[in-house]
């Protein structure tokens, strides 16, 4: 049996198979409590972002990993930046349907 992905599922799964993930992101602590219970060593946790990059218009440019680097980063727009600012105070359109991201219009 093979498990795919190491997410909370599964190391859930290789809890009951006795076995363990590869990686998974350990900024969830159910996850990360739960690889020690099992017994899996977790090397550099925390370091999801680190050392991330992405291409765009042949420029590379890294992921931001706080605030200040989010604000000076090339990757997102002034008003794109804003629209992110101001997430924790928007409320979500009610929808009774699934909302696919390519649907959605900035």
Aim: charged share 25%; no cysteine.
């Amino acid at each position: 049996m093979v498990i795919v992905g190491g997410g909370i599922t599964g190391l859930s799964a290789a809890l009951e198979l006795d076995g363990g993930a590869e990686s998974f992101i350990t900024r969830k602590p159910e996850a990360y409590k739960l690889a020690q219970e099992l017994g899996l060593e977790v090397l550099d946790g925390g370091a999801e972002t680190k050392g991330m990059f992405l291409l765009r218009d042949q420029e590379i440019l890294g992921v931001p990993t706080n605030p200040l680097a989010f604000l000076a980063s090339k990757l997102l727009s002034g008003k794109s930046k804003l629209r992110a600012l101001q997430e924790p105070w928007t409320r979500g359109a009610a929808s009774q349907t699934d909302e696919s991201l390519g649907t959605v219009q900035e």
